[in-house]
């Protein structure tokens, strides 16, 4: 039964990768002749994204808006049939084997996703968000119910949209999985290229070095439940190798210039980053600005650099405008929980309790056990950096790629009578060292900055195993192969590695939300809410449910509770939870 399952689930993914080609198809073929079934996927991901915002700020998720999607796919491969088939039959002639191997890591994937719901935060919002945008539209003040409810992330309605029919109120089983079966048909045929000895590219070897995280994440990391940092984070690395390979190319006047289409789709999906993860914002948007000054530098004519930088506008705005409006409505803060450009609206968040909020996020990366009094000031840094040193794939093996390639080239640079090789993608270390400072300075827990550590891993590996290469004539691919698979198996050996496996045991299917034993209580308004029994997690509650249970709560509208909450303070209550 398990085995039928993952192949369910395999299938599944089929047909999602399937529709979504379809829709971007349609968006692409009226302004490229040449792309890719990859980029046609993710270009539909971000449309369908930017639909759901909108779709949910006046409808719940429910069976309609998925068939209404599906629909639209089958629409898009039935115009462009003839065209994907041939880049379907073209990519299958060229790398056979590589759909072989795609598909083993999709069906472990598929297989893992079977398991059982191990993910803390979706017992504590996660699954309660969802069914809130399964039930409902977007609710004012949701946030004052659970303020946790008003961390907005597209990932929840990604999740909602794909938990319906037969796999109703079981999404968290095939999101994650599926981004990353998409990451690795990005990274194989870079891999590839380099195990035959072909002309690797620099952005071949960056790929190359995000095999290590992409490995660690299908194999060790958990993919079922409501996640928002792996999207995000394989979101963002997708855009950053884009950018990237695009840094790579030395246009020359007397060549054909290209369409930097792909451009428009790195600045879509670092906006589609952002709207998975409001962590990702500061380096989403360092690494969107370069996106624009590369398009206003190629050499196409003015009249298509402006139609791209356009386009570019406008992906970008139909994803991040529904969602800052999302935010608006469950909290009264675009970017809640910061209190910054707050709306004066009756269903906002008290000031303190949005405060409090943000004070837990910090304190929880500074040291996920402390209470918040020992986060203050410096006196955190040295148990931080005692744990941070011990996160083998988030920390050690990328620091260890980033510092061994800057000391390569600096060394070569300063030894070598060569002229150095130019590396324009060097200009990606500034959006990911503006990112790794933010995120130093906000939350340093190292899974929320993933993309940015791995960024600057990638781009500085790249740097020197380029500058080897350049200074001896020869190529060191072998090696450099090795230390990846190295670093690979050092990252999968460390303890508790067959936990990932064991939750597999008597699994037949994937298991359904836990439930949670609930006490009903009423606040003065007579409002009644279900409050779990013991701990904070309500998994598979009925609505409304919060683990910190606020007395001066009220309906905005009594006769319904699609109209929201409002409440009249939540600090007090709030620090008893501690």
């Not at 990859?38 to 991901?45: C, K, Q, R, T």
């Not at 979706?122 to 039930?135: D, F, K, N």
């Not at 990353?180 to 290229?193: D, K, Q």
């Not at 590396?423 to 933010?438: A, D």
Request: net charge positive; aromatic share 12%.
């Amino acid at each position: 039964m398990l085995l039928i399952s993952a192949v369910e689930i395999f299938l599944i993914w089929a047909v999602i990768a399937f529709a979504l080609i379809g829709i971007g198809s349609v968006v692409l073929a009226p302004f490229a002749k040449e792309f890719s079934l990859l980029d046609a996927l993710w270009v539909g991901l971000t449309v369908s994204v930017a639909v759901l915002e909108i779709w949910n700020l006046v409808l719940p998720v429910t069976a309609s808006f998925t068939l209404f999607l599906f629909s639209l796919g089958i629409l898009g491969l039935a115009l462009n049939r003839a065209s994907l088939w041939t880049r379907f039959i073209a990519a299958w002639q060229n790398s056979g084997s590589l759909f072989l191997l795609g598909a083993a890591l999709a069906f472990l994937l598929a297989l893992r996703s079977c398991g059982p719901c191990e993910y803390y935060d979706t017992g504590l919002y996660g699954a309660p968000a969802v069914r809130w945008i399964q039930s409902f539209p977007a609710v004012p003040g949701l946030a004052n119910l659970h303020g946790r409810l008003g961390y907005n992330s597209s990932v929840f309605l990604c999740i909602a949209a794909l938990g319906q029919g037969p796999w109703k109120d079981s999404g968290l089983h095939l999101f994650t999985g599926f981004l990353l079966s998409t990451l690795w048909a990005t990274l194989l045929p870079a891999c590839a290229r380099i195990v035959r000895g072909a002309a690797a590219s620099p952005a071949d070897w960056f790929h190359s070095i995000l095999v290590v995280p992409a490995l660690f994440w299908t194999t060790r990391s958990r993919i079922v439940g409501t996640l928002t940092d792996e999207p995000a984070a394989i979101v963002a690395l997708i855009a950053a190798g884009i950018l990237f390979a695009d840094l790579c190319q030395a246009h020359r006047q007397d060549e054909q210039t290209q369409q930097p289409t792909r451009l428009v789709l790195a600045a879509a999906l670092f906006t589609l980053a952002v709207a998975f993860k409001e962590s990702t914002a500061v380096f989403a948007f360092v690494a969107w600005c370069l996106v624009v000054r590369r398009i206003w530098q190629t050499t196409v004519p003015p009249q298509g650099r402006r139609l791209h930088l356009a386009a570019t506008l406008l992906f970008s705005s139909l994803l991040l405008l529904p969602w800052l409006a999302r935010s608006i409505i469950l909290s009264g803060y675009p970017l809640f929980p910061a209190t910054i450009f707050a709306f004066p609206v009756s269903w906002k968040a008290p000031l303190s309790a949005a405060r409090w909020y943000a004070l837990s996020v910090q304190s929880w990366g500074r040291g996920t056990d402390a209470h918040y009094v020992d986060t203050r000031g410096l006196v955190w840094i040295g148990d931080w950096l005692n744990h941070a040193l011990r996160n083998r794939p988030a920390f050690q093996v990328p620091l260890a790629f980033g510092l061994a390639g800057l000391a390569i080239a600096l060394t070569l640079r300063l030894r070598g009578r060569k002229p150095r090789p130019a590396c324009p993608w060097l200009s990606l270390l500034f959006p990911s060292l503006t990112g790794i400072l933010f995120w130093f300075v906000a939350s340093p827990d190292p899974r929320f900055a993933q993309f940015a550590i791995w960024t600057a891993a990638g781009a500085l590996g790249a740097w020197g195993i380029v500058s080897l290469d350049f200074q001896s004539q020869r190529s060191h691919s072998r090696r450099v192969l090795t230390v990846l698979l190295l670093s690979s198996i050092w990252c999968l050996i460390s303890l508790g590695w067959k936990e990932t496996f064991q939750t597999l045991r008597g699994v037949q299917q994937p298991p359904p939300l836990p439930k949670s034993a609930l006490v009903l209580k009423h606040t003065v308004s007579g409002l009644a809410v279900y409050v779990p029994a013991q701990g904070n997690q309500c998994w598979d509650a009925p609505l409304p449910c919060t683990p910190y249970f606020d007395e001066s709560l009220r309906l905005r509208n009594s006769s319904s509770l699609r109209w929201g909450f409002i409440s009249e303070g939540r600090a007090a209550e709030l620090q008893t939870y501690w």
